[in-house]
């Protein structure tokens, strides 16, 4: 499994919108669901949003429904919209890709097999 790499982080007002991209090669086919996490200051690594590549279920964590979407883009690229963003989102956001998913494992970081290095987001008022 070639390594993940996200992009898309950076700084933005409240209420503003960011679109995150994780990509990595053979990551559909490889894997089974790909999951993105959040990790504040502080604070333990939370996930946010799943995604089987399956059948292009997904899942979000309460605080990101209705704002924030994962979808896949093509064969080597997953992305998390994130739209009315709140100064609580702010944190570092990781992409992790897994081989083997099963419902209750989706946002536990343990279920994941490969992470990507994190990238910055931060949500000023």
């Known amino acids: 499994q070639a390594p993940l790499v996200e992009s898309g982080g950076e700084e933005v007002q409240v209420g503003g919108s960011l679109k995150l991209s994780c990509t990595g090669s053979g990551l559909s086919w490889r894997n089974t669901c790909m999951g993105w996490f959040r990790q504040a200051p502080g604070k333990e690594r939370e996930g946010v949003a799943a995604?089987?590549?399956?059948?292009?279920?997904t899942a979000y964590v309460d605080s990101v429904k209705g704002r924030f979407s994962i979808s896949q883009d093509n064969a080597t690229t997953v992305s998390l919209q994130m739209n009315n963003l709140k100064p609580e989102d702010t944190a570092v956001y990781y992409c992790?890709?897994?081989?083997?998913?099963?419902?209750?494992?989706?946002?536990?970081?343990?279920?994941?097999?490969?992470w990507g290095q994190g990238t910055q987001v931060t949500v000023s008022s």
């Open positions: 992790a890709a897994a081989g083997t998913c099963y419902q209750s494992g989706l946002f536990r970081p343990q279920m994941y097999n490969y």
């Open positions: 995604l089987y590549f399956t059948d292009d279920r």
